[in-house]
């Protein structure tokens, strides 16, 4: 079955250096070259030096079929926290790093954009985290995540102690340097390097991983997506303040009096990906998932003549000293 063609596109992009803005232009001329109507986010348009057809952010939902972000993983964290929620469908052209969220590659967009324009595509949802602060009762401060939210103190190298709750029950108290609740998506990113499970996107579930605990027994922990996360710390007058990090990009600052309410969005954003996706193959390329490891060969043999040369060369006489 055909997916919906697109007609009208918003794009995005932090427009970093040279080479991001030239994908830009050669992204928006071919657009237009297809007839398709293109809208640019406006701080996009400003660093591209053009006011023609741009939106504040917020708008380009109400008049796009589709949003380009032109960027890296972040670039596209930014946006689904922006316009995701809108409902409209996200796809990314890497000119990042890795790029688990970007599919298409920036020397080769036009092949999979055009498939895309004529309804060749499917959309995955991926579900976000809703994090909020609690003082007194009452949600202060609040955010959303769609790779994470990490809990830590602003000290450098120091630990907090802290109880989790899993829908009131309580999971364990530690001492750590943090915390890190994460997506499926979010399952590549900070999560991954800092232990925790590679989880299948399309898992209804949160992943639980310590950062640096103090015991041999806390291990990264995954449960039900419809479950409550809250976090209390257990030094109620502690003078260091607690950080709260969404996506890396977002951070709310309270102190340990609080808690912390971390649960699923009832939204969720929509990814465009190509017929022929397949997560398997991403984390081949990106990270050499399953690859078997090679050794190089440390060992220098020695060839064969010389370890005859070796073998009769006579020993060196000692010279002993004149008895006295």
């Known amino acids: 079955m055909m997916s919906k063609p697109v007609r009208k596109i918003g794009i995005f992009s932090r427009i970093q250096n ?33 006011t023609e057809s741009a939106l504040p952010f ?12 032109v960027g890296g993983d972040g670039a596209f964290l930014g946006a689904s926290r922006a316009v995701g929620l809108s409902g409209i469908p996200m796809v990314g052209i890497n000119t990042g790093h890795l790029g688990f969220l970007t599919d298409i590659a920036p020397d080769n967009f036009r092949e999979p954009l055009t498939k895309i324009m ?27 995540a769609l790779n994470e939210t990490v809990i830590q103190g602003n000290l450098a190298a120091h630990m907090i102690d802290f109880s989790v709750y899993i829908d009131d029950n309580l999971m ?3 001492k750590a340097d943090g ?17 925790g499970p590679i989880v299948d996107p399309s898992l209804n579930v949160i992943v639980l ?14 449960f039900r997506a419809t479950s409550d996360v809250k976090i209390k710390f257990e030094i109620q007058d ?3 303040d607690i950080i709260v990090s969404c996506d890396g990009q977002v951070a709310m600052k309270t102190s340990s009096s609080a808690s912390i309410l971390v649960r699923k969005s009832q939204e969720s954003i929509q990814i465009c990906h190509l017929k022929n996706y397949d997560f398997f193959n991403v984390l081949r390329s990106k990270i050499g998932f399953g690859e078997p490891i090679r050794h190089p060969e440390v060992r220098e043999e020695i060839p064969e003549n010389n370890v005859s040369d070796i073998a009769e060369e006579p020993e060196a006489e000692l010279d002993m000293p004149e008895p006295l």
Do not use: W
Not at 58 to 69: F, R, T, Y
Not at 119 to 144: C, D, K
Not at 209 to 222: A, K, Q
């Open 18 to 50: 040279q080479s991001v803005a030239k994908t830009l232009r050669s992204l928006i001329c071919f657009l237009r070259e297809h007839g398709e109507d293109v809208y640019l986010e406006k701080e996009t348009a400003r660093k591209l030096g053009t």
């Open 58 to 69: 917020e708008k380009i939902p109400e008049v796009a079929d589709l949003i380009v972000v």
């Open 118 to 144: 004529a309804g060749e595509y499917y959309l995955e949802q991926r579900f976000m985290l809703n994090t909020g602060i609690l003082e007194n009762g009452a949600i202060t401060q609040s955010s959303l």
């Open 172 to 174: 364990y108290t530690i």
């Open 179 to 195: 915390l890190i609740i994460s997506t499926p998506t979010g399952s590549t990113a900070y999560s991954l390097s800092a232990g």
């Open 209 to 222: 991983v310590p950062m640096f605990p103090h015991s041999l027994n806390c291990r990264p922990f995954v």
């Open 238 to 240: 502690c003078t260091e």
